[in-house]
Nanobody, 124 residues
Framework: QLQLVESGGGLVQPGGSLRLSCTAS????????IGWFRQAPGKERKGVLC????????IGASSVKGRFTISRDNAKNTVYLQMNSLEPEDTAVYYC?????????????????WGQGTQVTVSS
């Protein structure tokens, strides 16, 4: 069974950078689109970015455009979320999730495997 584990979260000052990793076990990721989502305190979980198996990117949050990038390394069974120019509004628990297909979906219910999440806090 596919399991996803996020890592790389932490406390960072505004303007700083973090790279989150989503590593899979139980299945190779080369056949699944992987999305990053985030949930801020008291708010709904929302999509951030998703990458298909062919490398196409779906932007879920316009606020991250130009600051966040998503990439995948199939040899390492890992998808990354590079976050630059971080803002306090980016503070959230970040989750990765997989679709059962090669392409991304804009619907959260299409993602059928989820990690446990990693906390990102942007504060001075």
């Amino acid at each position: 069974q596919l399991q996803l584990v996020e890592s790389g979260g932490g406390l960072v000052q505004p303007g700083g950078s973090l790279r989150l990793s989503c590593t899979a076990s139980g299945l190779t990721l080369d056949q699944n689109a992987i999305g990053w989502f985030r949930q801020a305190p008291g708010k709904e979980r929302k999509g951030v970015l998703c990458i298909s198996t062919s490398g196409d990117v779906l932007i879920g949050a316009s606020s991250v455009k130009g600051r966040f990038t998503i990439s995948r390394d199939n040899a390492k069974n890992t998808v990354y979320l590079q976050m630059n120019s971080l803002e306090p509004e980016d503070t959230a628990v970040y989750y990765c999730a997989a679709t059962p297909w090669a392409y991304c979906s804009g619907y959260m219910h299409d993602y059928n495997h989820w990690g446990q999440g990693t906390q990102v806090t942007v504060s001075s």
